[in-house]
């Protein structure tokens, strides 16, 4: 089992439309969560750190459920510059471990 | 300031060569990293430095060497270029454990 696992998709959504992503992890010890953006052959940016109360930034909400391990990014009123692949990321001593993401279209 | 750069950012290599992929970061980052990014395999971590002077073994880093002799470089060596290590490299710094990593542009490298 990989320690972090995502649909990998693709997500085919209209414009406007809200969509979840979900990612399961299966090392209880990480400390840090991260949704990294990653646009085709360019290098991954981070979107958003993932704490336990839950976070929002604007159109974005990131979730953290650790009891059940998985996190979760909600996006509202979907644009078209939000096409790319998500990767969830969780952190622990010096160590990251990366998703392969899911792919997100948003069509016109 | 530039960020995390990478040099060079394409490269083709015959299976044999050696080459070394240099990445150079200007926000004092203490943590550096390499990556190689394979279609469905996700980001990999090949080796890490903490510090300068300081490296360590990540998740795939046989056929691979690295260096830190400044804080603000982090080397990658291929001493024997194999097919396998066709990828593109990714290198990462962060301020600290378990904090945000910025990325650098990547390196695409073919091995024949």
């Known amino acids: 089992r990989k320690e972090v696992e995502q649909d990998p998709g693709p997500f085919n959504v209209p414009e406007g439309a809200t969509v979840a992503f979900n990612c399961t992890y299966s090392?209880?010890?990480?400390?840090?969560f991260f949704w990294y953006r990653q646009d085709c052959r360019k290098e991954p940016k981070l979107l958003m750190s993932?704490?336990?109360s839950g976070n929002e930034d604007g159109r974005f909400t990131a979730q953290l459920n650790r009891a059940s391990q998985y996190i979760s990014l909600l996006i509202r009123d979907s644009k078209l510059s939000d096409s790319a692949t998500y990767l969830c990321?969780?952190?622990?001593?010096?160590?990251?471990?990366f998703g392969t993401g899911t792919r997100l279209k948003v069509l016109a | 300031n530039a960020g995390v750069t990478q040099t060079p950012k394409f490269r083709v290599l015959k299976t044999g060569q050696s080459m070394t992929l240099l990445c150079a970061q200007d926000?004092?980052?203490?943590?550096m990293y390499w990556y190689r990014q394979d279609p469905g395999m996700g980001l990999r971590l090949i080796h890490y430095?903490?510090?300068?002077?300081?490296?360590a073994k990540g998740e795939v880093p046989d056929g691979y060497n690295v260096s830190r002799l400044k804080k603000q470089n982090f080397l990658l060596g291929l001493e024997s270029a194999a097919p396998s290590q066709t990828s593109v490299y990714f290198c990462?710094?962060?301020?600290?454990?378990?904090?945000?990593?910025?990325f650098g542009p990547g390196t695409r490298l073919t091995v024949l």
């Open positions: 990462a710094s962060s301020s600290g454990q378990n904090n945000e990593q910025f």
């Open positions: 090392n209880s010890a990480s400390q840090s």
């Open positions: 993932v704490y336990s």
């Open positions: 990321v969780g952190s622990g001593t010096y160590k990251y471990i």
């Open positions: 926000m004092n980052h203490e943590y």
């Open positions: 430095s903490v510090g300068e002077g300081t490296t």
